[in-house]
Nanobody, 115 residues
């Protein structure tokens, strides 16, 4: 069983930055694919970014160039650095870890961007 705890969300003005963290426990995640998803009010949950075991990142078009996903396997932690935040980035952000055939979700962290 993997437990994920996200942190780093908050209220920020447009143009600001945040770094989200996701700390995993219960299993070493160094061989897992990790990702960040988000869900805005009234919208479907969407994949924001993913990172491979080797550190290769993929991004949804709306955040590409403004966000960086990274991992520190020694700390069992995944990060999402977001810059130039926009009001449309407002959402609950969730971390996921894929282990074998299971996907584990965190409880989410709220990001609110004011205009």
């Amino acid at each position: 069983q993997v437990q994920l705890v996200e942190s780093g969300g908050g209220l920020v003005q447009a143009g600001g930055s945040l770094r989200l963290s996701c700390v995993a426990s219960g299993r070493y995640i160094g061989t897992a694919i990790a990702a960040w998803h988000r869900q805005a009010p009234g919208k479907q949950r969407e994949l924001v970014a993913s990172i491979s075991r080797t550190g290769y990142g993929n991004y949804v078009d709306s955040v590409r160039g403004r966000s960086t996903i990274s991992r520190d396997d020694a700390k069992n932690t995944v990060y999402l650095q977001m810059t130039d935040l926009k009001p449309e980035d407002t959402a609950i952000y969730y971390c996921t870890i894929g282990v074998l055939s299971s996907i584990y979700w965190g409880q989410g962290t709220q990001v609110t961007v004011s205009s």
